[in-house]
Structures are given as C-alpha cells and as structure tokens.
C-alpha cells in the first residue's frame, strides 16, 4: 500500500510540473508558421520578424501602434497597447510576445534589437529558412526583392 501512494505522489508531482511548465513556454514562430497555422490560436508565444517599411500606425490618442511583421515570405499583423522600445524602428529585427485574436497578433511585449549589427537567432533563422523556401519555389532563381 505504501508504494502505491508512493508512486501516486510522484505521478501527481510530475503531472502538476508538467502543467506548469507547458503554461509557462513560450515557443517561438515566424510570421509564415503564423499564416501556415501552425501557431496555436489563443495561447501566448512570441512572433519574430523585421518591422515592414511604412506599416507602422500609431493612434492620435493612446498608446496603440499597429504595424505588419514579415520573414519576408508572409507577413503578420500586430496590434500592441504601450510603449515601444526606443530602438524600435521600420526595418529592423524584432521579436514579440502575445497571442492571435481574429487573425491579429495581439502583442503584449516587444523587443528590440541592442545595436546596430544584433538581430535575435530565431529571427535570423526564421529569415533564413523564409528565403530558402522563397528561392525553392522559384525554380532555383534568387529574389532580392
């Protein structure tokens, strides 16, 4: 009896542990895993890309700002109620945190790039993978578009 309740324990402990860890990560997608789906809808994660040239729109009388993040072979649409870094700008590497609500990233944190030549990995990796599969899918001809 009493290694029952032993083992029990340590299946309830484990379960308990797990639960929070899995509430407690945030993984990481690029705006075409957001757009292929594969993100999960109402779950925070962070969404990573650069900031796309002339998207960014902030309102007149609060804090909220929207602007379109791309890995330059889909693009992602984020809404965020606050103050954005000062090294926030068009063109750069960022990285978001939030969740999608209607089809719209709905940030709740971003951050921004520390210096000039800094980009985050998974940003550079989800750029590097969006512009091999944009390479692919034109026949071996590269766009520098």
Do not use: C, W
């Not at 402990?13 to 809808?41: C, M, R």
């Not at 750069?92 to 985050?120: C, W």
Request: charged share 20%; glycine share 10%.
């Amino acid at each position: 009896m009493l290694v029952g309740l032993l083992i029990l324990g340590v299946a309830t402990a484990a379960t308990l542990t797990l639960t929070a860890l899995q509430d407690n990560i945030n993984l990481f997608f690029s705006p075409t895993e957001v757009k292929q789906g594969k993100a999960p809808e109402g779950r925070t994660f962070r969404l990573g890309g650069m900031v796309v040239d002339g998207s960014v729109e902030r309102s007149a009388t609060d804090l909220n700002v929207s602007f379109d993040l791309t890995d330059t072979a889909e693009v992602v649409t984020v809404k965020y109620a606050g103050i954005l870094p000062d090294l926030f700008r068009e063109g750069q590497g960022i990285v978001t945190t939030g969740s999608i609500e209607n089809g719209i990233f709905v940030a709740r944190e971003v951050l921004a790039k520390h210096d000039e030549n800094y980009m985050p990995p998974e940003v550079t990796d989800a750029l590097k993978k969006a512009n091999a599969k944009q390479y692919q899918t034109n026949g071996g001809v590269k766009n520098d578009s």
